[in-house]
């Protein structure tokens, strides 16, 4: 089963931006639907943004218009560039693919003057 590694996370003050890679440990390309979530202590994961095939996307509406989510198959990679930050944005961040496979560790987003 594939595994992803997140990285990217960081500190940054509100009205930043990061952007947050995820690295699968084997080829994406025939993996037809992904996905960015989010987690904050005491509360369920949640999705951020998902993608079908390559270019097809959809935001929740909390971050749509700030986030953009994109995939980079020959790079086993899928990114989320994430801008004007505000603290509620504060979470853990992972990738993974729909149906899920094993979760990674996440990248850690601190937003906060």
């Known amino acids: 089963q594939v595994q992803f590694v997140e990285s990217g996370g960081g500190s940054v003050q509100p009205g930043g931006s990061l952007r947050l890679s995820c690295v699968a440990s084997?080829?994406?390309?025939?993996?037809?639907?992904m996905a960015w979530y989010r987690q904050t202590p005491g509360k369920p994961r949640e999705m951020v943004a998902h993608i079908y095939g390559t270019t097809q996307t959809t935001y929740e509406a909390f971050v749509k218009g700030r986030f953009t989510l994109s995939r980079d198959n020959a790079a086993n990679t899928l990114y989320l560039q994430m801008n004007d930050l505000g603290p509620e944005d504060t979470a853990v961040y992972y990738c993974?693919?729909?149906?899920?496979?094993?979760w990674g560790q996440g990248t850690h987003v601190t937003v906060s003057s």
């Open positions: 993974n693919s729909i149906p899920f496979a094993n």
């Open positions: 084997g080829s994406i390309e025939k993996i037809y639907q």
